[in-house]
Each structure stands twice: as structure tokens, then as C-alpha cells.
């Protein structure tokens, strides 16, 4: 599936998880299109608020969470260069992360995030908060980088939220 020439990452989130999680559904079934995540520092957040809508096992089957890179590795394939080169918070790492998450469950789209929730661990260049996303699936994959305000548990929920609007409208702009 190549990556839809009308996606935009999600900058602002002005809607609910609520009415997110719905619309992925609808989109999803719809669509007849199987998903993904694949994630790091949310700890599981996208699998727990996609799986909290009734049948959603009708397009959600697998997630992962790989909140070491070593489990990056063994169950995404994210290459251990890739981590060592660029680290675990970086756009070619959820890049592969996604892809990796695709390949293995045989979901058409995906997500993957990793980053810096706190409230240690940040750096110069990757402060807390800093969290990249990538959408996409085993071929494509589109990712960006947030920077979210507030404690741990804000940055988690804000990429939570990011990472499902993104999903919505990745479905929404691509033709099935």
C-alpha cells in the first residue's frame, strides 16, 4: 500500500479518544483492513484504547509492545545499527518498528512510537517529551516528531492520542 499523497501527520488533537477509537473502527471495518501498533514509551496505551471498543478484534489482532531494544529488535527487526546510530527515540527506528510490526502480524497499516515520557532519560537533543511517531505499513511509513508538554503520564497520553488520530486519518486518505 503506497503511503496516501493526502496524509498530514497530526499536529493538533481536537477530538476525544472516544470519538477516535469509534472512528477508527468504522474506518477500519469499512475499509476491511487489519491494524497494528508497535510501541515503546506508551506502554501498550494505543492496543488498550483501540481494544476498548467492542469488536474490535474484527481489525485489531496483534500489538507489541517493545519497551526495550532488545525486544525491538528480536520482535519488530529493527536493526541493532539503526539503534546504535540513531537510538531508540528516532524516526528510522519507528520507521522499522512499524514495518517490522506489519510484516509480522499481516496488518495492512500501522503505528509505532518511542520516546522520552520522563521524567528522567531526556537529553540536549532528545529532551523529555520528545516522541516520534510513524504511521505506514511493511513498505511505506510517514513519521514525525512531537514534543509534548506535562508529566509522564501527559506525554503518554498525547502520543496515544496523536498515534490514533493518525491511524483515522491515514484510513481516511487512502483509497481501499
Not at 501527520?9 to 491494524?35: F, H, K, N, Y
Not at 515503546?40 to 492496543?47: E, I, L, P, W
Not at 503505528?111 to 521524567?119: D, L, R
Request: proline fraction near 3%; charge should be negative; glycine fraction near 12%.
Amino acid at each position: 500500500m503506497p503511503m496516501p499523497a493526502a496524509f498530514v501527520a497530526p499536529i493538533d488533537i481536537d477530538r476525544t479518544q472516544d470519538s477516535l477509537t469509534r472512528t477508527l473502527a468504522e474506518r477500519c471495518l469499512a475499509a476491511g483492513v487489519q491494524i497494528t501498533a508497535a510501541e515503546s514509551c506508551t506502554g501498550g496505551g494505543v492496543a488498550s484504547a483501540i481494544t476498548a471498543v467492542a469488536g474490535s478484534s474484527a481489525y485489531f489482532e496483534t500489538g507489541y509492545v517493545t519497551y526495550a531494544n532488545a525486544a525491538k529488535t528480536r520482535l519488530l527487526g529493527v536493526r541493532e545499527t539503526t539503534l546504535a546510530t540513531y537510538g531508540a527515540v528516532s524516526e528510522r527506528t519507528v520507521c522499522e518498528m512499524v514495518a517490522g510490526a506489519c510484516r509480522d502480524s499481516g496488518a495492512a497499516l500501522g503505528v509505532a512510537i518511542s520516546g522520552v515520557a520522563g521524567p528522567g532519560g531526556g537529553s540536549a537533543d532528545k529532551p523529555v517529551g520528545t516522541v516520534w511517531i510513524a504511521w505506514g505499513d511493511d513498505q511505506a511509513q510517514c513519521a514525525h516528531c512531537y514534543r509534548f508538554d506535562g508529566d509522564r503520564a501527559a506525554v503518554r497520553e498525547q502520543a496515544v492520542m496523536v498515534a490514533l488520530a493518525g491511524l483515522v486519518d491515514w484510513l481516511a486518505a487512502t483509497p481501499w
